[in-house]
């Protein structure tokens, strides 16, 4: 089955405490890319990737760092998260960043 | 300025129903449109892509009018189970910065009545 799998689905932590969130996809795909979703600012990118070792920032990269060593795996890294980074988090893949994209099951992230 | 606008509704529609929404779109460069649909809480799922000469499947018609830059979304004979969220999605193409790829709009809640 076509999946995107992302872990954990949920996670609660303190704030400075370093966290990576995983995601996979078994589609290979080239292009994925992180989303984080607020209310009532919906679907905002991350960090993007275009292949292997390609990656670059989206509209809200601080505080966020991305890595792409192999093609099915896009891990997310908060390297000291801060409460203003609570948020529902998804991974998504695509052949393309013009194609439609296939999106993990989410990340509820609370930072306290 | 927002590249993709839609109404954030909520649209209360008693079961049965036919409604629709639209999308608009700022980049007349944009190159391929879509419909998800998102449920509360839970991942967008495709729910249709829109082409150029308009689409249907089943219960829902998607269109695409280039020259007005804006995308609709046609639910006929709505059901319970149509109740979700519905982003409208727009790729962008890369101008030197910024996000690449797909750009969500807010989405339109609709929300349909027994």
């Known amino acids: 089955e076509a999946q995107v799998t992302q872990n954990p689905r949920y996670l609660i932590t303190v704030t400075g405490k370093k966290l990576t969130v995983t995601c996979s996809q078994n589609m290979n795909h080239e292009y994925m890319s992180w989303y984080r979703q607020d209310p009532g600012l919906g679907l905002r990118q991350i960090y993007y990737?275009?292949?292997?070792?390609?990656?670059d920032k989206g509209d809200v990269p601080e505080g966020y760092k991305v890595s792409r060593k192999e093609k099915r795996n896009f891990p997310l890294i908060l390297e000291s998260p801060s409460p203003n980074q609570t948020s529902l988090y998804f991974c998504?893949?695509?052949?393309?960043?013009?194609?439609?994209?296939?999106f993990g099951q989410g990340t509820r992230l609370t930072v306290v | 300025r927002k590249e993709v606008e839609q109404d954030p509704g909520p649209f209360n529609v008693p079961e049965g129903a036919t409604v629709a929404f639209n999308c608009t779109y700022s980049?007349?460069?944009?190159?391929?449109f879509f419909w998800y649909r998102q449920d509360c809480r839970k991942e967008p799922k495709l729910l249709m892509s829109v082409y150029s000469s308009g689409n249907e499947d089943g219960r829902f018609t998607a269109q695409l009018n280039r020259a007005s830059q804006y995308i609709s979304l046609l639910i006929r004979d709505s059901k319970l189970s149509d109740s979700a969220t519905y982003l409208c999605v727009v790729a962008l193409p890369h101008s030197g910065g910024g996000a690449d790829g797909l750009t969500f709009g807010k989405g339109t809640h609709l929300i349909i009545q027994p």
């Open positions: 980049n007349s460069a944009s190159q391929s």
């Open positions: 998504a893949s695509s052949g393309t960043q013009y194609t439609e994209a296939f």
């Open positions: 990737s275009m292949n292997v070792e390609v990656t």
